[in-house]
């Protein structure tokens, strides 16, 4: 079910449109100028190589940084690997090259860790005191093992094991045993439910972090509306401390929110409300929820 899409209104003057067109493209906002090439593009990305997608992500999203570079990423990523198993992540990504593509890409650790690192100077945790951080829904763990290398106290959870399959299981394991993480706390998000986990305190946490939140019930018939997210924005919310942020990063489902590709108009509005949103990325403030 798509929704309506208001059209942007262009400037007047010629030199005016193409400043406007040219600063819309490089924020990433082509949704936003040509709505009707939103539905053909999600089409037509499945089949471009990994590899060229993700040097575009990496290249649009360091503009979003500033003052990253890719060599700057490179140094970074170079200190990490020099504290984790790297000889291990190496062998399990010759050993999952033929598994399912899930399993393939949580194995491609280079990758994934350069997605996570760049995540991390999205919310400004190169330069940022230490802090304490819950990253909901880890997987392999790569962004906590960035942010404990930023000097950050990270906790992580993932949903129990019961709901994975065994493969994936063991691969996580794996990965976060290479990356010297730890096990990751058990957590099961439903809508409407509390959270109530006693590895996890309320007011202890200076940032939460959600990335390609799948919880909603992503891609399946039931997915949250603006009600079932603000009870989980509320509640989530009682483990932060005061001035605390929750950063989120939403999966793509243009299928249903057409040209908005992550969110109909009442959702993006609540967003809003109570804190910003940047195309899938949200930001909340927690003094503005409690």
Known sequence: MACAFKP??????????RRFVQ??????????????????????????????RHRIWQ???????????????RRLLADIE??????????????????SDELRELCDYRRKLEIALVK????????????????????????????????HACD?????????????????AAVRSALRIGPAIDLAIAANTPIDVPDIAPRSYDLITAHKVCFNGHMRPAVWSTPEWR????????FLAP?????????????????????????AHYFGSVGRVARNWITIERDRVV
């Not at 819309?24 to 990994?50: D, I, K, N, T, Y």
């Not at 504290?83 to 598994?99: G, K």
């Not at 009870?231 to 009682?238: E, G, K, L």
Request: glycine share 6%; net charge positive.
């Open 23 to 52: 600063d819309r493209l490089s924020a990433g906002h082509l949704r936003e100028l040509l709505p009707f090439l939103v539905q053909p593009a999600a089409r037509l990305r499945r089949w471009m190589p990994l590899a060229i």
């Open 156 to 172: 992580a959870t993932e949903v129990p094991a019961s709901r994975l399959s065994s493969a994936t299981v063991v691969a996580y």
């Open 120 to 151: 991390a100077l999205l919310v400004r945790l190169d330069d940022a005191p230490p802090r304490r951080i819950l990253d909901l829904g880890c997987g392999g763990g790569y962004f906590v093992a960035v942010c404990r290398h930023l000097g």
């Open 59 to 73: 290249h649009r999203t360091l503009q979003s940084v500033g003052d990253a570079s890719p060599a700057a990423l």
């Open 231 to 238: 009870f989980f924005v509320a509640d989530i919310c009682r």
């Open 243 to 267: 001035g605390g942020r929750l950063v989120m990063e939403l999966n793509e489902d243009v299928a249903r929110y057409g040209a908005r590709r992550w969110y109909d108009a009442e959702l």
């Open 82 to 99: 020099s504290t984790i198993d790297v000889d291990r992540l190496r062998w399990l990504r010759e050993a999952h090259l033929r598994a």
């Open 8 to 17: 942007v209104k262009l400037p007047c003057t010629p030199l005016a449109r």
